[in-house]
């Protein structure tokens, strides 16, 4: 089974960027949807991107400040998130899903560790 390691979390100012990767051990000719799961609160949906990259679903609060990509060459999922507001602090969880770029977690699998993002304010 493919595994999913993401990384480039830190801890940034409010109104800068940064970007994270989502790395398959493996190719994945899936949809890969982005995460994020704040203390006390339930983990949400951000964004997902569909295998042909074509498709892409974006949670409204995240709407125009983030972007997704993916470069199947590296097996890499890219969010890129930029206007960061400390609302945005979390751990960035990334996943497969088969299927169109759904907004349901119950749809994904082969989860990552996550990577922790800090907004200062």
Same mark, same amino acid.
């Given at each position: ?22 790395? %398959? !051990? /493996?190719?994945?000719? +899936?949809?890969? $949807? ?8 339930? *983990?949400?949906? =951000?964004?997902?991107?569909? %295998? !042909? /990259?074509?498709?892409? +679903?974006?949670? $409204? ?8 990509? *993916?470069?199947? =060459? ?48």
């Amino acid at each position: 089974q493919v595994q999913l390691v993401e990384s480039g979390g830190g801890l940034v100012q409010a109104g800068s960027s940064l970007r994270l990767s989502c790395t %398959a !051990s /493996g190719r994945i000719l +899936n949809t890969v $949807g982005w995460f994020r799961q704040s203390p006390g609160k339930e *983990r949400e949906f =951000v964004v997902a991107i569909s %295998a !042909s /990259g074509n498709v892409r +679903n974006f949670a $409204g609060s995240v709407k125009g400040r983030f972007t997704i990509s *993916r470069d199947n =060459v590296k097996n890499t999922v890219y969010l890129e998130m930029t206007k960061l507001k400390p609302e945005d602090t979390a751990i960035y969880y990334c996943a497969i899903a088969s299927g169109t770029p759904f907004s349901t977690i119950d749809a994904y699998y082969s989860w990552g560790q996550g990577t922790q993002v800090t907004v200062s304010p």
